[in-house]
């Protein structure tokens, strides 16, 4: 399952097309509290958590966390604006944010860059 952080933006909503349209399981929430409960469910578990770093209300450094303590094997994928100020490798160093990428993208890259961040299949085939 991939897990795409949602606050209404139009760029996520397509970003979670293109995933349902390649073949992914994907959800979408906009709520921290819920991304961490889904990290912890072991039936259909989190591969890949997708988030803008400028996703308001959102402490990025509090959900990398949680999302390393309740599962560590979880990759993130962070989409910034090719205008943000703040760099974001600071963030690298929790080890499960495994790609980065600035918008704007294609959507080769996107996919590259999903790929990237998972580093072994996603989707598992017979």
């Known amino acids: 399952m991939i ?10 909503k397509l970003i979670t097309s293109l995933l ?10 906009d709520n921290k509290a819920e991304i961490v409960s889904l990290c912890r469910t072991k039936g259909d578990p989190v591969q890949l958590v997708i988030v803008k770093t400028a996703t308001p209300g959102i402490h990025m450094s509090e959900l990398l966390d949680d999302v ?6 979880i990759r993130i994928l962070l989409i910034s604006d090719q ?3 703040e760099p974001i490798r600071h963030w690298s160093v929790t080890g499960n944010v495994r790609a980065h990428l600035s918008r704007p993208f294609r959507r080769a890259q ?3 860059s999903v790929l990237e961040a998972a580093k072994e299949p996603l989707v598992r085939t017979a």
């Open 3 to 12: 897990l795409v952080m949602d606050r209404g933006d139009e760029d996520v």
């Open 20 to 29: 349902q349209k390649s073949g992914f399981h994907v959800v979408q929430t």
């Open 68 to 73: 390393q303590a309740a599962d560590p094997r």
């Open 83 to 85: 205008n943000e100020k």
């Open 110 to 112: 996107f996919l590259g």
